[in-house]
């Protein structure tokens, strides 16, 4: 069982960065493939990027790549996505997963159903 929060969120203006991060519980955080989400209002939730459970490989959205990292310290059970350049279409709450279902995976999980934990999400505003 892992049980995730997100923190870090808030509002800036284009062109600036934030770091949001996801602190896990549970023993097993460090075996699990992680991955942040995002869900503007009326749309649905759309993959960001992802993480495999040893930080060796990563994954994005088009629409993120080159602008946003994702990383990992798994001494401190916490994943972290680094926002750089945020754009106005990046408002959004943000959501941390936990794949959970296939531990030491070295395929990056890109889609929702691959996650069987969730947080409860940060929102993230960005304002032109």
């Known amino acids: 069982q892992v049980q995730l929060v997100e923190s870090g969120g808030g509002s800036v203006e284009a062109g600036e960065s934030l770091r949001v991060s996801c602190a896990a519980s549970g023993r097993t955080f460090s075996s699990n493939n992680m991955g942040w989400f995002r869900q503007a209002p009326g749309k649905e939730r759309e993959f960001v990027a992802t993480?495999?459970?040893?930080?060796?490989?990563?994954y994005y959205a088009d629409s993120v790549k080159g602008r946003f990292t994702i990383s990992r310290d798994n001494a401190k059970n916490t994943v972290y996505l680094q926002m750089n350049s945020l754009k106005p279409e990046d408002t959004a709450v943000y959501y941390c997963a936990a794949q959970g279902s296939r531990p030491y995976s070295s395929v990056p999980a890109k889609a929702l159903y691959e996650y069987n934990y969730w947080g409860q999400g940060t929102q993230v505003t960005v304002s032109s």
């Open positions: 993480i495999t459970w040893s930080g060796s490989r990563t």
